[in-house]
């Protein structure tokens, strides 16, 4: 696909010569616009250049003295007058007959007049020459020739056009593979390279924790700057390495560090650029970005998001069809990892978040020998990122402890870490302070836990009494069950589409029991029990809390196999085939009874949770009256009211 941009493109000439570069460029296209043209100009000067008359001319000096040998009347609209030779010594006729010595004339035609139209001129004619006989009346020959210059512009025209276009786009092509404009770099990878100066300015040590991760990537590195070291001891250099880790980990940022810290040329694209709706283009530039490569090895290649080109072949085969030019790129990509030699040089490094989307093929050693998993970070490993963002604020003289953010942000990604400093340092400027402060990092993990605070929205005291018991009902439920996450802050300020929220501190743990995820719904279906106790009336505030317990529900009994009667079977699908179908992996009894455990297990933690709410109704009054007076209630508030939670 790419070479006829190299034969139509004409070459940029240097400056030094430049300019007589160009201008024989000129010269050449004007010769040839001169062969071309050349048979019609000299057909054009060649066919006479009749003296123009009219009418009235034509039958008192021509026809009254039987002096034109013939007429021809071209394309209905001109007459062309042919004198006879007997005439070529008339002063009248003689300047353009132009007789020459041996009697011979002008060719002709040697006068010419427009008739009007044909009618008109044979009607005239035939006037003019009522007197004379049949044989001597003048003979009158039709011609229909084409108008030379409309001939010659309507080819040289789009001819033209045409040649300025592919000029156009040949010239917008850009440089070579770098996703220029130009169509014939379709087929051309859309990769960037990054080498010598222009390298990534990020470095290890912006990327905190992943210690694992980045010695294993960094050891690839070092295959490629000494394969020697490895080769002797008849080690195989890996081909391919792939990160694996939930959104926001840091698979990017790590990549962007291999590139700032290897020395070596690296090309990074993501697996959606060669995903396009020509057919046949992904995998051109699977073969143009690896033929790149060889030429600029030792390199490496990263490809961001690949599950958008390697997500596994036949998966959604109901759409068939939309997957053929996705599965050709897929090919592309498993023969070109294929085909280079170990040793060559070329390191392809990639990332997803959908490992279980990826075609086994992709996977197999001998293609992405290393997968390096990456999780969410732990405490430790919280701290650590805080302070890499912390770096650029300028913090209040006593700074933040660091320690305390990180545990107020379990379960937070690399990703939100970044977002939470970033954010604080917004809050700081809209409160517009010098300084980052403590207040504006809580503001900042509320905003992004529960979304912005709307104080504005418009809530009637009847609503506000609903949601502050709804809310005193989590706080109390979950207050009571000892397996429930800690409760640190409950609030009846509208925040993002939730009217109130109660705000816990989950622990890290990598095991839930049954118990805990039952405490759980319990603690989820607070709200709606609480009102229902309260008001004797239930309201539509509880829909998130409802959703969430049902989800938890279905995964008890179809994933963890907690329900006696399905029994430890899960229909848990790790590898995502079920996405693409359509039949569940039960049968239609199966189905049913799993409605029905799901149904019994909220139903009961329900029941439950009202109980409880029962037994500490005067708690859970005392609660919502606070709510209602502070709007936000902290942990030693809650102590206040409802004791000192028991471990
Ligand atoms: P996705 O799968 O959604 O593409 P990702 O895993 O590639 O996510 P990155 O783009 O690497 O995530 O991370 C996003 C941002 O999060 C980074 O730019 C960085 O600011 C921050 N971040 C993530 N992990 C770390 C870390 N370990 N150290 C420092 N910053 C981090």
Redesign the pocket.
Known sequence: MSEPLVLIMPQQPDNANGGKKKSRIGWIYIAMLAILFLPYLSRFFSSGNPRQIIWNEFENKILSRNAADSIDVVNNEVAQVYIKKAFAEDPYFKPVLKPRPGGDIEPGPHYAFNIGSVETLERKLDEAQRALPAEQRVKVTYTKRPNMLINILSWVVPLAFLFFFFRTLAKGGGGMGMGGASPFSFGNSTATLQKGADRSPVSFK?????EEAKQEVMEVVDFLKDPGMYTKLGAKIPRGVI?I????????????AVAGEAGVPFFSLSGSEFVEMFVGIGASRVRDLFRRAKEEAPCIIFI??IDAVGRSRGKGAFFAGANDERENTLNQLLTEMDGFSTNSGVIVLA???RADMLDAALLRPGRFDRRIY?EL?DLV?RE??FN??LRPLRQAEVPVDVHFLASQTPGF???????ICNEAALFAARRKSEKVEKKDFLEAIDRIVAGLEKRSKIISPEEKKIIAFHEAGHAVASWFLKRVDPLIKVSIIPRGKSLGAAWYLPEERQLKTAGEFTENLCAALGGRAAEELIFGEISSGALDDLEKATKEAYSMVAYYGFDKKIGPVSFYDSGGNQEAGFQKPYSEETGKLIDEEVRKLVEDAYRQTIGLLEEHKAELTRLAELLLQKETVFKEDLEAVLGVRRA
């Open positions: 912006d990327v905190a924790g992943l990160i880790g939930p959104p926001g980990t840091g698979k990017t940022l790590l990549a962007k961001d998001e990332a997803t978040n990456l970070p490993e650590a990122i890499v963002h990604s690399g990703a939100d870490i970044a977002n």
